[in-house]
């Protein structure tokens, strides 16, 4: 069974996902919109899907911005999802 680990950043509103991705994009990164899972409680019904080793890059941008969200680590093995919040 196949696992798959990724980071997961909610954030206050869709305007605010719609900017990052597109800055985040341009920086390199792989990043993409998904939905927030319901494991997750967030303002906006969308979150940024991301590789865990670009965390530290993200949260520098999202600092320099004054914007402030959620980082979570998503673990998916078969329709099983362990959501765990990480500074």
């Not at 196949?2 to 509103?13: C, M």
């Not at 990052?20 to 940024?48: D, Q, Y």
């Not at 520098?60 to 500074?87: A, C, P, W, Y």
């Amino acid at each position: 069974m196949r696992t798959e680990v990724f980071g997961l950043l909610a954030l206050e509103s869709t305007n605010v996902v719609m900017k990052l991705e597109k800055e985040f994009l341009e920086m390199g990164l792989n990043i993409r919109i998904i939905p927030v899972p319901k494991e997750v409680t967030a303002n906006c019904g969308l979150s940024l899907k991301f590789d865990l080793e670009d965390r530290e890059k993200i949260k520098i941008h999202m600092d320099s911005e004054n914007l402030r969200g959620e980082f979570f680590r998503i673990t998916k093995k078969g329709l099983k999802k362990e959501v765990e919040k990480i500074q």
